[in-house]
């Protein structure tokens, strides 16, 4: 969040005037030289304070901020908390709620606490891009359509739908920061993440839109623990020309979140997105995957596998036997009706 450097330069440059013109303000007991509210319990009662943190602020800027608010004694003490402290690079922008007259160390407890920023945005992994556009419409800091917003979002290189690189995170934006911003700067992270990975397809077969909707299909299907092996069986079925037949992707085309049951007609829908009708991969992601959806798409377990099946959760199998499929799926059947899922 805040330049180390800048804190470097501020300790070396200014501490001692900082501890001289501080001198006649009340000093903490570890004789320090600045002055620092006590460490105390806040009790949930207390009188709170909108602090704004801009984009960008060093730990000097935020220090002055809470200082001029009567958060913190003196910018010292906040500073000396934030250098002992690596989270402190962490801090997000926006408005937080503070406590008065406290200590620089609680001071930066607080601003790491997520439950005191106002309007925190939430994207969990796998959400769609509707479902992004009700968080930021909810938080009424913007008056404009987040639809209308995305239409002036720059994507990456190689890609051609929002849908996807809206990367999964908690955000929270400073004063003045427009939907348009707040949309790029999720499509921003979304870019760093897939640089870091080297987001390239071992096979050379996938485009870079190709994969992240794999990671989508991957986010979808099942548990962390089980998304290198599902997409090796997409990357099977895709090898042999066999249809997906996901269930997630006629989820994804009826807006039903959090079911597990699909009937036989759902699967006979008129759809791209029906991987039960159509070949291959749907045209563009079904939701927003996370970082472990995106490694797992370009990081398959070898394998043979051609089916699997969540059976109870958290107890998900894989088979190249269609006989053995059958089996568990009997078993899953069984396992619903008991109210294993619920």
Do not use: C
């Not at 030289?33 to 709170?48: H, I, L, M, T």
Request: proline residues 5%.
């Amino acid at each position: 969040m805040f330049n180390r450097q800048s804190l470097k330069r501020l300790s070396i440059a200014g501490i001692f005037v900082i501890a001289f013109t501080l001198g006649i303000r009340e000093i903490n007991n570890s004789g320090g030289g600045y002055a620092n509210f006590p460490d105390r319990v806040v009790s949930e009662s207390e009188k709170s304070v909108s602090i704004s943190i801009p984009t960008g602020a060093t730990g000097s800027d935020i220090g002055e901020i809470l200082y001029s608010a009567g958060v913190v004694a003196s910018s010292e003490s906040f500073f000396r908390a934030a250098v002992a402290n690596p989270k402190a690079g962490i801090i997000s922008p926006g408005a937080h709620l503070l406590s008065l007259k406290i200590s620089g160390k609680v001071a930066l407890e607080q601003l790491l606490d997520a439950k005191r920023i106002v309007d925190l945005i939430k994207i969990p992994e796998g959400a769609w891009k509707s479902e992004v556009f009700t968080e930021l419409a909810a938080t009424q800091t913007w008056s404009e359509d987040p639809a209308e917003a995305a239409k002036k979002i720059i994507l990456p290189k190689g890609i051609t739908s929002l849908e996807g690189v809206l990367f999964p995170a908690q955000y929270s934006f400073a004063e003045g920061t427009s939907q348009v911003q707040a949309l790029q700067s999720m499509v921003n992270r979304f870019n760093q993440a897939i640089s870091a990975l080297d987001f390239v397809d071992p096979d050379g077969k996938l485009t870079t839109q190709q994969l992240v909707t794999l990671a989508s299909l991957i986010q979808a299907e099942g548990d962390t623990k089980d998304f290198a092996q599902i997409s090796q069986v997409v990357r099977n079925r895709l090898a042999i020309g066999m249809p997906l037949q996901l269930d997630s992707t006629i989820h994804y085309l009826k807006k039903t979140r959090g079911q597990i049951y699909l009937s036989n007609k759902s699967t006979k829908l008129k759809s791209p997105y029906n991987t039960y009708q159509n070949y291959g991969l749907p045209p563009a992601p079904i939701g927003n995957p996370g970082l472990a959806a995106l490694r797992a798409a370009i990081a398959p377990t070898k394998g043979d596998w051609l089916f699997f099946i969540t059976v109870a959760p958290g107890d998900t199998r894989f088979t190249k036997s269609f006989t053995e499929f059958n089996n568990w799926k009997l078993l899953y059947q069984k396992n619903r009706k008991a109210g294993a899922f619920e």
